[in-house]
């Protein structure tokens, strides 16, 4: 039977074509996204160098740097960024150990004690091995995290599991964890990535590669206050309701796909449950873009603008007294 090469080069053309058109479209929708200027919540008030307070340092997604001054807690502790094409094509990724040792070296984190990520996803746990290996901090959380230290080779001394509710103590900081769940956000209501990492994750590998383990809701306690990380915007109904925060520094992260009745379910079961006057959002920013850079995320990914609206009319119709704030990049912010 004979080919008609015209045919076939026609259709290979209009494949190419289309394919061209849909890429097209796909980067000009990436684009679009809202301001943060649009969110009016104000922004953190930031320490003076009395060195008397207790601070975090909000580093980007859900990277924060909790210091008294005397011990510091690192929670994720992720400086490295993935581009929209590695994470979209598989394509086998490591950490970047350049941005690694200039955040270490900038940020000052020579008094680390601990490095906590929320769960053990790639945009949260990617370089905790490689952060334990320039440090003397111990690495804490899930199987899943301790083989991302092995896969590392991290020492076995500088990483330990814990259980659901366990605590430890550095310096005046107490460390809880308690195991939460992550936000629905996949197919499902299942995550994406969701599952355990059962083997020593050896770098490079490839985004899905990291999954969740257990999603943590983190209590970092201290003399002077408490504050609850919730790193991803998932509950476990009621696991909160015996905890109390000062502060919760809250997953904004994919709530306007979930919507407001979510949305406002998740904000009691963390914010009201705590009983917290403070709320400091996080992971509203793009975790793609280069380490020390906020936008917010492209609108056909998630829609922040639209989430902080809810968060106000659910703080308004409860009539409490909470305020929302936004984390100032890489600036300590004023705990208690
Ligand atoms: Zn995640």
Avoid at 100 to 126: C, E, G, K, Q, T
Avoid at 260 to 269: A, G, H, M, S
Avoid at 299 to 327: C, F, Q, R
């Amino acid at each position: 039977m004979a080919i008609n090469l015209r045919l076939v080069r026609n259709v290979f053309i209009a494949i190419a074509v289309l394919g061209f058109f849909v890429l097209y479209v796909l980067w000009r929708q990436w684009q679009i996204r809202g301001s943060i200027d649009d969110i009016d919540w104000r922004t953190a008030t930031v320490a003076n160098d009395s060195g008397e307070e207790v601070t975090a340092t909000w580093l980007g997604v859900t990277t924060l740097l909790f210091d008294d001054g005397d011990t510091q807690i690192l929670l994720d502790g992720e400086f490295t960024r993935l581009s929209p094409i590695q994470i979209a094509l598989l394509r086998p990724v490591k950490s970047d150990v350049a941005t690694i040792n200039y955040a270490l070296a900038a940020f000052r984190m020579d008094r680390l004690a601990a490095i906590v990520p929320v769960h053990s996803h790639f945009d949260h746990a990617m370089d905790v091995g490689q952060v334990a290996n320039r440090t003397s901090a111990v690495i804490f959380g899930s199987e899943s995290t301790a083989n991302i230290a092995r896969g590392a080779n991290v020492p076995v001394s500088q990483y330990q599991i814990l259980a659901d509710g366990e605590t430890r103590q550095f310096g005046a900081f107490t460390i809880k964890l308690i195991a939460s769940a992550h936000a629905p956000i996949g197919f499902n209501d299942h995550e994406y990535f969701s599952g355990i990492i059962d083997d020593p994750l050896v770098q490079p590998a490839r985004v899905p590669e990291w999954k969740t383990g257990v999603a943590w809701s983190i209590l970092i306690g201290h003399p002077r206050g408490t504050t609850l990380v919730q790193g991803s915007a998932g509950y476990v109904k009621g696991k909160l309701s015996g905890e109390k925060a000062d502060v919760v520094m809250l997953s904004v992260a994919g709530l306007a796909g979930l919507g407001r009745e979510y949305t406002k379910v998740y904000w009691d079961q963390t914010v009201t449950a705590t009983g917290a006057k403070r709320v400091i959002a996080i992971h509203h920013d793009d975790f793609t873009a280069p380490f020390g850079e906020v936008k917010l995320q492209p609108t056909m990914l998630d829609n922040v603008v639209k989430t902080a609206g809810w968060l106000d009319e659910i703080v308004a119709e409860e009539g409490s007294e909470v305020a929302i704030e936004l984390p100032p990049f890489g600036q300590r912010m004023v705990l208690y």
